[in-house]
């Protein structure tokens, strides 16, 4: 008996784990086939265009097709490096080639359409083609968030189409090996054969799994399928029409948009690139057209070029491309176009400063930075306060090398920083081992493009630094840090960001009584906090950052992982962080998630004085922490740094415009995302800044 008989006389509760379904689902197939009959129709393999990074990220990039970046759906884009991958047969079928078609357009009545926002831990799908989980006529985009594995190996979604369309299909999220497949089930008997598997997906660990086919009007399913061990992920499914536009959103890795040619006009958002240190790019595969084909270039600037656009959180200045057949391409937040005779530089889309240390700066590319250094590195009309530990200064008097610019403010009073905290030891009193206000302004203002350490996140706005913490002897209280800085900026006409990585819980209600009432008096000065580090144990913000939930220019910033925690086990960009003893708080009043455990300057008290070097990650990986700069401490000056090429894109805005626009551009597709432990999402400086220059 063949397959596809077996298959076809074997109903799919009796397939489920078995090696019938995984045959039907592609497994078996042999990767070289040439094609596969679909009721009289050639249904021929897909063989997409790939590109493979260079070994480290260049200018000199090779562009390549030995590995493949398949493209994702709307919300999320494609990734990684797949080390092994089986595609399936795509099919590239016409409305009229569907058979019963009428019969299966429209959808069940017993079915219900499923949230974009499911619960991530709740298992909502179903396991089977009749019972799958309905997510309705596609007309844009949807998104579900589910568990697959051992105890539920297969997760069965269904939709429909009303008109020939390219969809594209992404899984995105993988905590393990799962699959991914488009299916067809022509004839409505409810099992799947051999050819009505249209495409599929299976890279190999935890790389986001994607498919574009073009489809007829008509029902279709997608099975999501894990290799035995359970696997959060989120499925992003959208269709466009041929003609109509084809607008993609991207993760916050390195993700692959394909340019659709039926498309009248398409909309490419990267959301920053976590992946652009080691070589891998956000970039739009024109492979389908020749460099030729454009025959007008508009890129954006602070100058008014650029299109605007608004994807329904606000208009942006996105580049734009127009082709000889009038079709319209906008983008923002790419690093590089591949045509099919040229890929543009780097140095096109990007800024790559020379310091040494920032291929390894993720968090910069995960905010998309160096996108929006296109625009701006800062300006002479924004000043950065930083009211913290002060710098430490080693035994010749001198700041760390990298912190050394001309704007950095001296004259406002105590700036070193003692390292000693005059507190009880059961509240961490006694030496310190690290001056915290060095490894924050590092963050926010490290000298760049200097050849030297690390980059920092605004080239040339005025730095002040003033000591508030650790109840030495002459340090300022907050409300008078905050004044002496106000007025400082005030008399340069600098508009100001004051950050506090600082905060305590379980305080008297009236314990930052006078700065609230500084932050109420100077609404236009931008203060940004960190939320506290204590939510592994309770909800809520520390004090002061509970201000954020009353007051329009406070921003209270938590904590987000990269790739992989300090022990070096694998995270969700833009996770919260939370471990056993510390996480990154949350509750009212969050506004924003920032990068942390990240490197920066460090200034250290040892046993022969202050030695002047850097956070940084620790060589022996999993073995012991790393040494990174961490808790949300290290968030806020990222958010800081990014507010702060805001403000310089648009210096007439105000700190209420400020936070509103970093809420707005915010990056939520992250898995597990709610408004409570995450505020409005991850920072977005590209696509803020674009923001800024549109509101201009």
Known sequence: MSLANSISNTPLSDLIGSELLSASLGYGLEPESSSLNVFGRTACRHQSAAIEPAPQWS?????????????????????????????????????????????????????????????????????????????????????????????????????????????????????????????????????????????????????AETLEVEIGAGFYHIAVTASGTNSNYSL???????????????????????????????????????????????????????????????????????????DGTGTRIFDAMTLMTGQQILFEGMDTIQFADITLPLNTLTVTPNDPGFAQQWNLHMMGVHNAWRFTTGSDEVAIGVADTGLGFDAFGNIHSDLQRPNVLFNLGNVEDEFFRAAPV?????????????????????????????????????????????????????????????????????????????????????????????????????FVISAGNSGHKLAGLASPAALAQVYDNVIAVGASWGGSDEFDRATNPG???????????????????????????????????????????????????????????????????????????????????IKQILSETAYRNIPGYNQTEYGNGFVNADAAVRRAIAMG
Do not use: C
């Open 59 to 207: 200018d000199t990039a090779s562009l390549t097709s030995s590995k493949d970046f398949l493209m994702d759906g709307f919300e999320v884009l494609a990734e990684h490096n797949a080390v092994s991958q089986g595609r399936g047969v795509v099919a590239s079928l016409s409305a009229d080639s569907i058979i019963g078609q009428a019969a299966m357009v429209g959808a069940p009545p017993s079915f219900e359409a499923a949230s974009a926002q499911s619960d991530w831990f709740v298992d909502r799908s179903d396991n089977s083609l009749a019972t799958a989980t309905y997510m309705g006529w596609l007309n844009g985009a949807v998104t579900a968030n589910d568990v697959v594995g051992t105890s539920d190996p297969v997760d069965f979604y269904s939709f429909a189409v009303g008109q020939n369309s390219t969809v594209t299909l992404s899984l995105t999220g993988i905590t393990n090996n799962s699959d991914l497949y488009l299916i067809h089930d022509f004839n409505g008997n409810q099992t799947i054969e051999v050819n009505e598997v249209l495409d599929f997906s299976k890279l190999s660990g935890k790389a």
């Open 236 to 310: 992003n499914i959208s269709a466009a029409g041929f003609g109509q536009t084809q607008a993609l959103s991207g993760s916050l890795g390195a993700d692959r948009f394909i340019f659709n040619p039926a498309a009248t006009r398409s909309i490419f958002s990267g959301n920053g690139n976590i992946d652009f240190g080691s070589g891998r790019f956000d970039y739009i595969d024109a492979t389908a057209i020749r460099s030729s084909s454009v025959v007008d270039w508009n890129l954006a600037g602070v100058n008014g070029s650029g299109v605007a656009h608004d």
């Open 426 to 526: 059961n509240q961490g009193g006694g030496p310190q081992s690290t001056s915290h206000g060095t490894a924050v302004h590092g963050i926010i203002g490290a000298a760049t493009n200097n050849g030297e350490g690390i980059s920092g996140i605004n080239w040339n706005s005025t730095m002040i630094n003033v000591d508030v913490l650790d109840m030495n002897t002459g340090d300022y209280s907050l409300e008078d840090s905050s004044k002496m800085m106000i007025d400082a900026a005030e008399v340069r006409g600098e508009k100001l960001i004051i950050n506090m990585s600082l905060g305590a819980n379980n305080m008297h209600p009236d314990a930052h009584k006078e700065l609230e009432k500084v932050i109420a008096e100077n609404s236009n000065t931008l």
């Open 575 to 657: 996770q919260r962080i939370v471990y056993d003893n510390w996480g990154s708080q949350y509750g009212p009043g969050l506004t924003l998630m920032g990068p942390s455990e990240v490197m920066s300057t460090m200034a250290e008290n040892t046993l022969f004085g202050t030695s002047l070097g850097y956070h940084q990650h620790n060589a022996f990986g999993g073995f012991a922490p790393d040494r990174e700069f961490e808790g949300t401490s290290a968030a806020a000056p990222n958010v800081s740094g990014v507010a702060s090429l805001v403000w310089s894109a648009n210096s007439g805005l105000t700190a209420g415009q």
